[in-house]
């Protein structure tokens, strides 16, 4: 049973425009995390969303982690092309220390 | 290096061979995990150690996996009679500290192949 399913799976669109990606689970969660990798690398750290209704903005990134704790949410303003990667929400459930990865975003930015 | 860093980068080896795999973490990082992810998916936890202990060997998927960490530092992961279903890379992360805050940092990877 995969406890985090993040859609799309795939996206691909042009430089300039607008996408978001989602992270949904049945489970609560007492954080989420987001991590995006690059191909012949492992997954890079972006952000620790810790609060139901945590919203968190990293230059063109805002991530928003949902009230009831069980989905979060990736909106890109102005994709580029060095925004291209798979894109990956972890998520620890209350009194586990293991992170759980969801399914992965593949997100391609066309120049 | 200041980095986790995964040996061999890559691996190729006979179907029933036994292989293992190195992780070295950042210094002062008492966590390890060890995931595996097959053809740029998701990631698939597999164990993770703090100190020298393993609190959670859930996702191991067989008897054939096992792992182990030494001094607090390094760890291997062995396979024993590969499979081709065991084609993978695998990923080891290390952390201050296990718990939920304490961020992951990765290396980048073995890529193994059965053949």
């Known amino acids: 049973t995969q406890l985090l399913e993040q859609s799309p799976q795939f996206l691909s669109i042009q430089e300039g425009e607008n996408l978001t990606v989602y992270c949904n689970s049945s489970?609560?969660?007492?954080?989420l995390q987001w991590y995006r990798q690059e191909p012949g690398e492992g997954p890079v750290l972006l952000v620790t969303?810790?609060?139901?209704?945590e919203v968190k903005k990293l230059k063109r990134l805002t991530f928003q982690f949902g009230d009831a704790r069980k989905d979060s949410s990736l909106h890109i303003t102005a994709a580029q092309p060095g925004d291209t990667g798979l894109y990956l929400c972890?998520?620890?459930?209350?009194?586990?220390?293991?992170?759980?990865f969801g399914t992965g975003t593949r997100l391609t930015i066309i120049p | 290096g200041a980095g986790v860093s995964q040996s061999p980068s890559n691996k190729v080896t006979e179907k029933g061979k036994d292989v293992e795999l190195r992780c070295d973490p950042i210094?002062?990082?008492?966590?390890l995990y060890w995931y595996r992810q097959s053809l740029g998916q998701g990631l698939e936890f597999l164990i993770y150690?703090?100190?020298?202990?393993?609190?959670?060997k859930s996702g191991l998927p067989s008897d054939r996996f096992s792992a182990e960490r030494t001094g607090g530092s390094v760890s291997t992961l062995t396979i024993q009679r590969t499979q081709q279903e065991d084609s993978a890379v695998y990923l080891c992360?290390?952390?201050?500290?296990?718990?939920?805050?304490?961020?992951?940092?990765f290396g980048n990877g073995t890529r193994l192949t059965v053949t």
């Open positions: 489970s609560v969660f007492s954080s």
């Open positions: 972890a998520g620890a459930p209350f009194g586990n220390e293991k992170l759980t």
């Open positions: 992360a290390s952390s201050l500290a296990a718990g939920y805050n304490s961020p992951l940092h």
């Open positions: 210094s002062g990082h008492t966590a």
């Open positions: 150690f703090q100190g020298n202990s393993a609190p959670d």
């Open positions: 969303v810790v609060t139901g209704g």
